[in-house]
């Protein structure tokens, strides 16, 4: 009874604090989410494009104190300056994105929160969560962001157009390529029996010359050395994988291997 007290003490002592934190965080998070689904959507909506804005200008005002000199290198110019529309515009964009801590969170924070606000509304709506969806809030995003900013004056309608098509693409090229890599790659299963030998022999790197000579599990007990040879596949690693089918596979199945 005392070493199992003992027991539990040492593994209690022995927990990371760090861990402790997380563990902890990740609970409420957790109770978070649960309670916010099962909120109505305008409440829904609401709360997380608050918590997202907030977010994004903590992330804006950061970056701002980075860039804190950077809006003295764009002057304003005096108001009697002949400056043409263009010209105008191009400082205009220069001073919104090289702003202060004041400046860079109000422009993260109505990014983050149009963004987080439009995705929760067409999930909900939708049922699911895809490229359309994810590029419809990044085009609204990119309008907001650019009103707000006030980047091209005078065409400001024309130029959050822009904007907003711009994020969307943007958006959807890495919601597209966020897709593919977080896919497991899918196994195939002509090559299973061939990639678990393989592996158990640490000759996993020579899985594309049995692929590319078309080595499947059918012909895994036909091979020979000179069909190893065939796929450019090494002398000595040839010997092992003709060793390993020697010994390991069942002896219907040794047909013509050492050949």
Request: with cysteine; hydrophobic share 40%; charged share 15%.
């Amino acid at each position: 009874m005392e070493q199992g007290k003992q027991g539990i003490m040492v593994a209690s002592q022995s927990q990371n604090p760090l861990e402790q934190i997380q563990a902890r965080f990740k609970e409420l998070e957790n109770g978070f989410k649960l309670w916010l689904s099962k909120q109505s959507l305008p409440v829904e909506a609401a709360v997380v494009t608050t918590t997202s804005a907030a977010q994004g200008a903590a992330i804006g005002a950061f970056m701002g104190t980075l860039t804190a000199d950077a809006p003295s290198a764009f002057p304003t110019p005096p108001p009697n300056a002949a400056l043409n529309p263009q010209a105008m515009a191009s400082l205009k964009q220069a001073q919104a994105l090289a702003g202060g801590p004041f400046i860079q969170a109000r422009n993260f924070a109505v990014m983050t929160g149009v963004n987080a606000g439009i995705s929760c509304v067409l999930k909900r709506l939708r049922g699911k969560e895809d490229v359309q969806s994810s590029m419809a809030a990044a085009f609204g995003s990119g309008v907001m962001f650019s009103l707000v900013s006030g980047m091209g004056a005078p065409n400001q309608a024309t130029n959050a157009v822009t904007s907003g098509l711009f994020f969307a693409l943007v958006q959807g090229g890495l919601f597209q390529i966020g897709q593919k890599f977080s896919q497991p790659p899918v196994e195939d299963i002509h090559y299973a029996k061939t990639r678990h030998m393989l592996n158990n022999l640490g000759l996993l790197s020579y899985e594309k010359n049995f692929k590319k000579g078309l080595l499947n599990d059918n012909t895994l007990p036909l091979l020979t050395d000179s069909a190893l040879r065939d796929v450019r596949i090494p002398p000595g690693p040839r010997l092992l994988i003709l060793d390993h089918i020697q010994r390991d596979l069942d002896p219907k199945e040794k047909r013509g291997s050492r050949h």
